[in-house]
């Protein structure tokens, strides 16, 4: 057995759906990875067919050309060991649901053959663990370790096994979920150890969240520590989707030794390639961990980079934006800035019956920062066209009996304007620009469906919808002082109060807006959406109670300062609450496509049911005793 191996991770760059694509680019690293005497090559799971293809995974036609491409893959091996994740399927049994069995898969290929397991029926290591959590459904489509082991009545231990090379090399391979085993009764890296694995390795299609690869960084190393043994994670980029959620995929490829350091790790959202030689006999080789967490700067760089992949994807070249005047419309044109020469992006301003002309004129200097296109398009004569049309209808029944006159309320009319600009408007400038529209809506506005069906929501994709308003004002912030190294977003947008300017009530000259007020909000809403135990009122209301409000949603302040009596907090609550669970499900299921970033991204990250809105029995005592007085409004901790 060598003392070392030359040894490469690739980071490469996987299309959903394109297995012929995905295998001509392996076969071109393989091909590199000769050249340079690399003798272990590794690339991410489902490298061949991509990860999140939704119900693809049916097609018979689709499974061949996998199998296909693998096959590609084995007899281009030669001597180097070639590690790859892909779908495998044994006709000869089915799955649950009556389909062909198929299984999350990963191969090692070597001199023309796929080495076998130690144990187990297949020439392919199975994934153990498949989660379903978050964006994840694999036990929708895959049969995993576990359920084998219980068809063939052996123990789970007894089918992880290591994969033995010629030399004699023990590789532990494992596939991403099989190394976060914490809350799982099977531990297949455990197994996999006592087997004796020389070297383990995690092939991943591990979609970017802020600050995940933190906790990767942690969790791997203390594998690698008390193991004593190299631990190789290779995460692939790109983007992927399940339709409703656009997931980007990072990379941040690593290698640790056995004591924890790590090296070789494979830059964020690029194809890289990091090569060294790895000592098999337990020698360092790394350096001491960097547990740096994300922030705004990533943020950034992951809302960018998905963005262009998507638009790439969906064949767009040239964007539209409705620019307000506001911090979200100048956050998103000021990306896709980034991404579009200025004569493919147009920014748009509606101005309407109570637009001021202090938010036109942050528009039109936005414009010129960024050397865009701009224009501005009034919808005054639309909306009281559509205000006289509306106002002059009688509706009556057949026969006379029944008759209704119509009549637009002033919030109505606010509505008639927000989807006005979009729908009327932004969407024929679009089309006339030869390209399409942007959605600006941020996390915040979407909790609480603060947005117009069929108006501001429309959108071929929400870029800036997974992140809160406080994110979308430190973005900004960001843009100007990083990304640009100058002020393109105007001091005066990012300052002013956030308004709709729908009513005489939304004027930003006299400092009035949204009713939100962002920085309770959005630690609230938090709450709801983004903890792994969400949060409800019933929870919101206890620690009231006990005095730890503050504490427990990390606010700037104690909540009396934002709310002077319990009947306003209250109202306040359950106002938002009954938005969140009720509308605001239907306005976002019509939602466009939502980039994610953080955790629990609306769409299939975050799966709602429209069931109404509820509150609990222990919520409602709570509420009685809040507001009798039984309980104090307020009492520090």
């Known amino acids: 057995m060598p003392e070392s191996l030359r040894t490469r991770l690739a980071q490469i760059e996987v299309h959903p759906g394109d297995p012929a694509r995905n295998t001509a680019r392996m076969l071109e690293c393989i091909e590199s990875a000769?050249?340079?005497?690399?003798?272990?090559?590794?690339?991410?799971?489902?490298?061949?067919?991509?990860?999140?293809?939704?119900?693809?995974?049916?097609?018979?036609?689709?499974?061949?050309?996998?199998?296909?491409?693998?096959?590609?893959?084995?007899?281009?091996?030669?001597?180097?060991?070639?590690?790859?994740?892909?779908?495998?399927?044994?006709?000869?049994?089915?799955?649950?649901?009556?389909?062909?069995?198929?299984?999350?898969?990963?191969?090692?290929?070597?001199?023309?053959?796929?080495?076998?397991?130690?144990?187990?029926?297949?020439d392919f290591v199975v994934k153990s663990l498949l989660p379903n959590y978050r964006e994840f459904d694999d036990s929708r489509h895959f049969y995993d370790l576990r359920k084998l082991a219980a068809e063939e009545k052996v123990p789970f231990s007894e089918l992880v096994s290591p994969v033995i090379a010629p030399s004699g090399l023990s590789l532990g391979c494992m596939l991403c979920e099989d190394a976060w085993d914490t809350d799982y009764a099977s531990k297949p890296l455990e197994a996999l150890c006592a087997r004796r694995a020389h070297i383990l390795i995690n092939c991943s299609a591990s979609p970017f969240t802020l600050s995940k690869n933190n906790k990767r960084g942690r969790v791997f190393s203390a594998h690698a520590e008390r193991h004593r043994r190299p631990f190789l994670y290779v995460n692939n980029v790109g983007i992927q989707n399940n339709g409703k959620t656009i997931f980007t995929f990072d990379g941040s490829s690593c290698a640790y030794d056995g004591q924890g350091h790590s090296m070789a790790a494979g830059r964020m959202f690029e194809e890289t390639f990091p090569t060294f030689d790895m000592p098999i006999d337990g020698r360092p080789f790394g350096d001491p961990l960097d547990l740096r967490t994300d922030?705004?700067?990533?943020?950034?760089?992951?809302?960018?980079?998905?963005?262009?992949?998507?638009?790439?994807?969906?064949?767009?070249?040239?964007?539209?934006?409705?620019?307000?005047?506001?911090?979200?419309?100048?956050?998103?044109?000021?990306?896709?800035?980034?991404?579009?020469?200025?004569?493919?992006?147009?920014?748009?301003?509606?101005?309407?019956?109570?637009?001021?002309?202090?938010?036109?004129?942050?528009?039109?200097?936005?414009?010129?920062?960024?050397?865009?296109?701009?224009?501005?398009?009034?919808?005054?004569?639309?909306?009281?066209?559509?205000?006289?049309?509306?106002?002059?209808?009688?509706?009556?029944?057949?026969?006379?009996?029944?008759?209704?006159?119509?009549?637009?309320?002033?919030?109505?009319?606010?509505?008639?304007?927000?989807?006005?600009?979009?729908?009327?408007?932004?969407?024929?400038?679009?089309?006339?620009?030869?390209?399409?529209f942007?959605?600006?809506?941020?996390?915040?506005?979407?909790?609480?469906?603060?947005?117009?069906?069929?108006?501001?929501?429309?959108?071929?994709?929400?870029?800036?919808?997974?992140?809160?308003?406080?994110?979308?004002?430190?973005?900004?912030?960001h843009i100007n002082a990083n990304l640009f190294g100058r002020e393109v977003i105007p001091a005066g947008t990012i300052g002013l109060t956030p308004s709709a300017e729908l009513s005489e009530a939304q004027n930003v000259d006299m400092k009035k807006g949204d009713p939100l007020l962002y920085p309770?909000?959005?630690?609230?809403?938090?709450?709801?959406?983004?903890?792994?135990?969400?949060?409800?009122?019933?929870?919101?209301?206890?620690?009231?109670?006990?005095?730890?409000?503050?504490?427990?949603?990390?606010?700037?302040?104690?909540?009396t300062r934002f709310f002077p009596t319990p009947e306003a907090f209250v109202e306040d609550l359950e106002r938002w609450w009954n938005q969140y669970r009720g509308m605001g499900v239907a306005k976002r299921i019509q939602a466009p496509p939502i980039l994610a970033v953080t955790r629990r991204a609306f769409g299939f990250d975050h799966r709602e049911s429209q069931m109404g809105v509820t509150y609990t029995r222990k919520y409602e005592a709570l509420k009685k005793k809040l507001l009798s007085g039984q309980t104090k409004w307020f009492r520090a901790r």
């Open 520 to 559: 309770y909000h959005d630690s609230l809403f938090r709450s709801w959406v983004e903890w792994w135990n969400r949060a409800s009122p019933e929870e919101i209301l206890a620690w009231q109670a006990e005095g730890t409000l503050k504490e427990k949603l990390s606010l700037p302040r104690q909540i």
């Open 295 to 436: 922030g705004v700067a990533e943020a950034a760089q992951a809302v960018i980079y998905g963005t262009d992949r998507f638009m790439k994807s969906c064949g767009v070249r040239k964007v539209a934006v409705g620019v307000s005047g506001g911090v979200d419309s100048a956050v998103v044109a000021a990306l896709y800035s980034r991404l579009l020469k200025p004569e493919d992006l147009l920014l748009v301003n509606m101005p309407g019956p109570f637009t001021s002309q202090t938010t036109i004129g942050l528009a039109r200097r936005l414009a010129a920062n960024l050397g865009c296109l701009y224009t501005e398009i009034p919808i005054g004569d639309g909306v009281e066209l559509t205000r006289r049309q509306i106002g002059a209808v009688t509706a009556a029944s057949a026969d006379g009996v029944l008759t209704r006159t119509l009549d637009l309320t002033p919030f109505m009319f606010e509505n008639v304007q927000a989807r006005d600009r979009i729908s009327r408007v932004l969407s024929a400038t679009a089309a006339a620009f030869g390209g399409v």
């Open 34 to 122: 000769s050249r340079d005497k690399v003798e272990l090559i590794v690339f991410p799971e489902m490298a061949v067919p991509g990860y999140l293809i939704g119900d693809e995974w049916e097609r018979g036609s689709f499974l061949r050309e996998c199998e296909a491409c693998a096959d590609e893959i084995r007899a281009a091996a030669g001597r180097m060991l070639v590690v790859f994740g892909t779908v495998a399927t044994d006709p000869s049994r089915l799955n649950e649901d009556g389909r062909v069995r198929k299984y999350n898969a990963l191969y090692v290929a070597h001199d023309g053959t796929f080495l076998h397991p130690a144990s187990g029926p297949y």
């Open 438 to 477: 942007t959605c600006n809506a941020n996390k915040s506005e979407l909790t609480v469906g603060y947005t117009t069906m069929y108006g501001d929501l429309g959108g071929y994709l929400a870029n800036i919808g997974d992140l809160w308003k406080t994110d979308v004002y430190e973005l900004a912030q």
